[in-house]
């Protein structure tokens, strides 16, 4: 669906909304699949009821579009139009042993981010895919921990009453992948509380790479060991060459991931 009512575009303008007129949606969700419609980056949360009423207004159907992790969108034209929050910088304010994100932020970034500065809980996320908002409406958990164990205020955007409410965390239900909020409730941020938790306890080298899936990752017969992901083993015949590519290659898909630069343990002499 695309906008081309110029008192519309004029007004989006106004209340700090972006437009993007024929964006392909396979860009911007994991499985890479999807038509094309007009999309709305809204860079200010209070923008939100001005948005929606413009839009029901004008009667422009919309639907709200987080990381796009595991969404699957139909082909060609699309017949409404979608709503993604501007991801600000920064995303992550760090307030003792509070971490108050926006909702557009990277779950795994926000996770590194805060176990750098030795706040820990949530390191069994690490490696899930998608935004802090999308593991707040599912509840993510892994490891025996959730994300809902932590959160202490959620500000959303309740699309039934057409306003921005703030709820504690005592006024949530978290259950097993599943909360009490509405389908199309819009998450804005959140505040943790995290537990103190020393760095180097929470992101060990082997959990960072086990979570990439990389056990057994080889080149030629230099390879990941199967059994602890910190160790790089030879499988046969493995030449330097290419163990020095394989822990090259660890460490270029664990620093894109994680932003943590891994330290090369093993001695190298070069002939």
């Not at 164990?149 to 599943?178: M, N, T, W």
């Not at 083993?233 to 290419?242: F, I, P, Q, R, Y």
Request: aromatic share 6%; proline share 4%; with cysteine.
């Amino acid at each position: 669906m695309r906008i081309s009512d110029p008192r519309i575009v004029a007004k989006l303008a106004e209340i700090s909304v972006g437009l993007q007129p024929g964006t392909a949606l396979a860009d911007l969700t994991s499985l890479g699949i999807g038509g094309t419609t007009d999309l709305l980056r809204i860079k200010k949360h209070e923008s939100l009821p001005d948005l929606l009423n413009l839009l029901d207004a004008n009667h422009v159907p919309h639907k709200f579009l987080g990381g796009g992790s595991n969404l699957l969108v139909g082909d060609g034209e699309l017949p409404w139009v979608v709503l993604q929050l501007v991801r600000p910088e920064p995303d992550v304010v760090l307030d003792g042993n509070l971490a108050h994100v926006d909702a557009a932020a990277d779950l795994g970034r926000m996770i590194t981010f805060c176990a750098k500065n030795d706040l820990g809980g949530m390191e069994g996320l690490i490696g899930v895919p998608g935004t802090v908002g999308g593991a707040l409406r599912m509840n993510a958990g892994a490891y025996g921990m959730q994300i809902g164990s932590y959160v202490r205020e959620v500000k959303l955007y309740r699309a039934a009453g057409r306003k921005i409410e703030v709820l504690r965390g005592d006024q949530i239900s978290f259950e097993y992948r599943h909360t009490s909020f509405a389908p199309d409730d819009m998450m804005l941020a959140v505040i943790l509380e995290l537990p103190s938790k020393p760095f180097k306890e929470i992101l060990s080298a082997g959990r960072m790479i086990d979570e990439l899936g990389l056990k057994g990752l080889s080149v030629g017969d230099a390879r990941v060991s199967d059994r602890h992901a910190n160790f790089f083993v030879n499988a046969g015949h493995a030449s330097a060459k290419e163990m020095l590519t394989l822990i090259a290659d660890v460490r270029e898909r664990v620093q894109k991931t994680y932003g943590v630069s891994l330290e090369n343990e093993v001695v190298v002499w070069n002939a």
